[in-house]
Each structure stands twice: as structure tokens, then as C-alpha cells.
């Protein structure tokens, strides 16, 4: 059997009441999560103003992450799919409030369309048909192991490309204007994580794929980071060496252990203007002025030069 929870079991199942609390009892977890959720706030780079953010944590499992950025002195709301790990969070009295939802449901929109989510706030549970959260309320987002979930099909219902569209179409309404999300994930082949790539793309985001440790099988962490509304013309790494486009890959390894690629979205394709495409009258008067230069001899030009004629008198 695969050692990839995902090819196992759809995520609300593999995380049952003993998985969850085995999982958020392992010390190797605790540490893990804990320095992952620390990277994804540092390329997070939300402004040093001592201003708490409101922060979305997807996937947030047990409140582990969730932990880290209370730390970090900003409020947070958990989103995860599995109930017995959202019930371990409240066991754990985590400071955020949880929401028990699927986040590549077709007709997902995170805060205005009714989707059948429970609300897990102050040991209380709601049942609510709609949020009531503003589009744009959210300032940053965060994910640990989530997103390659969304890459299978766990019921007949499930397509990979139709659930990761409804994602990052909710996901870039309710973001506040230049706001960042950060997901840490493991794609099981270039071809998820160029799903993934395109799907964000295709929702507006700009941004691209950090990569720390990239010479190491144990380390290698890859992070997904998007920019809602505006192209991120640098990444704050902290403490870890970076690299930009311009440099080699080749230095890259030698340098550093962290490299990025940014991949921002395709601009729309302006008009051209008819007259200077190939054919064009422009085009055409260009040619005879070239050829006039060359000493041929060349038609005067007139209003007829250029024109198409009509298949039929």
C-alpha cells in the first residue's frame, strides 16, 4: 500500500478519531508543523506593524499550524474536512475559530454562497447557511499538506480540475487586494503540480514555486506562492539563501539551497492593428517603398493599393 495518505483513503475518512489523535500526539508532528507553519508566514510577508492580520488556515488538521500564528500575535480561522481532528482542536482549545468544510466543493465560495458547513467557535457548533464574511476580509492565507488532496477523485462526483477551479475562484474572492497565500505541499508528479499551477492562474493569481532544500531527498519542502491582485516583484527568505530568475540553476545548486520560479499570469493579447500585419496596407506600402530604394520599378500607390478584391463582381 502506498505510503501517501491521500492514495489511501478521501481525507474525512483516513482521519478518524485515532489517526487524528495519533497524529497530533507524534513529538516528530509536533516539530514538523511547527517549523512548516513558521516558513509559510515567513513567505507569507505580512507587514512588521504590529497589526494583527485575520489569517486562513486550510487544512488546518488539529490546530497545530493554527498554534504558531496565534503566536505570531494574529487571529485566525481554520478550515479542514475531517471532524474528528476539528474535535481534537477544541480539545486542545486552540484560539481560532473552525470551520468543518470541503474546500474543493464544486459550488464553494467562502464566505457568501451556502456550502453546508458546521462552525466550531467556543466549544459551540452551528449549524450555518451562510458565513456572512465580506469578500476580501481575509488577509493572508495559509496551508500545510492540503492542496494535493484536491488532485483525486475520492466519489464519481469529484473532478480534480473542476474541484481545484471552484478553490482558487473562492479562494481569490475572499482575499483582500494584494494578499498572499502560501501552500506547503507534496505533489506526487510534475503533472499535479502543474494542474495546480494552471488552476491558480486561471483564478488571477500571480506568484510561483519556492522550493527549499531542492538538493536534498529527506528536506526538500516545495511551496506554492500566490499573489492576489498584484505581481510580488521580490519574496522575503529570512534567513535561507534566494536566487532570482536571472541567475542559472546551475548556481543555484552550488550557491544555495533554495531556488524560485515565478510564474505569473499570460497577458491578454492586445489587437493589432490590420494595416501593419503581413498583407496589410501599411505592410504593403512599406515593401514598395523598399523595393523603390532598390531601383525597381514599382507602381505608384493609390487608394487601390492594398485593397482586397471581392471574390465576384
Avoid at 473532478?159 to 475572499?174: D, I, M, T, V
Avoid at 527549499?212 to 506562492?225: G, I, Q, T, W
Avoid at 515565478?262 to 523595393?291: A, C, F, H, I, Y
Amino acid at each position: 500500500m502506498s505510503s501517501r495518505p491521500e492514495l489511501q483513503a478521501p481525507p474525512e475518512i483516513f482521519y478518524d478519531d485515532k489517526e487524528a489523535r495519533k497524529y497530533t500526539s507524534s513529538s516528530r508532528n509536533l516539530e514538523i508543523q511547527a517549523r512548516l507553519s513558521e516558513r509559510t508566514l515567513e513567505l507569507l510577508d505580512l507587514p512588521e506593524d504590529d497589526v494583527p492580520r485575520l489569517l486562513l488556515d486550510i487544512g488546518c488538521g488539529s490546530g497545530l499550524s493554527g498554534e504558531t500564528i496565534s503566536e505570531s500575535g494574529h487571529r485566525w480561522i481554520g478550515l479542514d474536512i475531517s471532524a474528528s481532528m476539528l474535535n481534537v482542536a477544541m480539545e486542545r482549545e486552540v484560539e481560532g475559530d473552525l470551520l468543518l468544510g470541503d474546500m474543493g466543493q464544486v459550488c464553494l465560495s467562502f464566505f457568501n454562497i451556502y456550502c453546508g458547513w458546521w462552525i466550531f467557535c467556543n466549544r459551540y457548533i452551528h449549524y450555518l447557511q451562510g458565513l456572512g464574511l465580506r469578500t476580501g476580509v481575509i488577509d493572508g492565507v495559509i496551508s500545510i499538506s492540503a492542496i494535493q488532496w484536491l488532485c483525486n477523485a475520492d466519489k464519481s462526483s469529484h473532478e480534480p480540475r473542476l474541484r481545484l477551479k471552484a478553490f482558487f475562484g473562492s479562494l481569490y474572492r475572499c482575499l483582500s487586494r494584494g494578499a498572499k497565500a502560501v501552500f506547503q505541499m507534496y505533489p506526487e508528479n510534475m503533472a499535479q503540480l502543474e494542474l495546480i499551477l494552471s488552476q491558480a492562474q486561471h483564478a488571477g493569481f500571480s506568484g510561483g514555486l519556492q522550493v527549499d532544500y531542492s538538493n536534498s531527498s529527506k528536506k526538500k519542502k516545495e511551496f506554492l506562492v500566490l499573489s492576489c491582485g498584484s505581481v510580488p516583484t521580490s519574496i522575503n527568505y529570512g534567513h535561507k539563501d534566494s536566487c532570482s530568475d536571472d541567475d542559472d540553476s546551475e548556481d543555484d545548486e552550488e550557491n544555495g539551497m533554495v531556488y524560485v520560479s515565478d510564474r505569473n499570469m499570460p497577458r491578454k493579447k492586445q489587437r493589432t492593428n490590420n494595416n501593419k500585419r503581413k498583407g496589410g496596407r501599411e505592410w504593403v506600402l512599406s515593401k514598395k517603398e523598399q523595393s523603390r530604394r532598390k531601383g525597381n520599378d514599382v507602381p505608384t500607390d493609390s487608394k487601390y493599393t492594398a485593397r482586397k478584391r471581392k471574390a465576384r463582381f
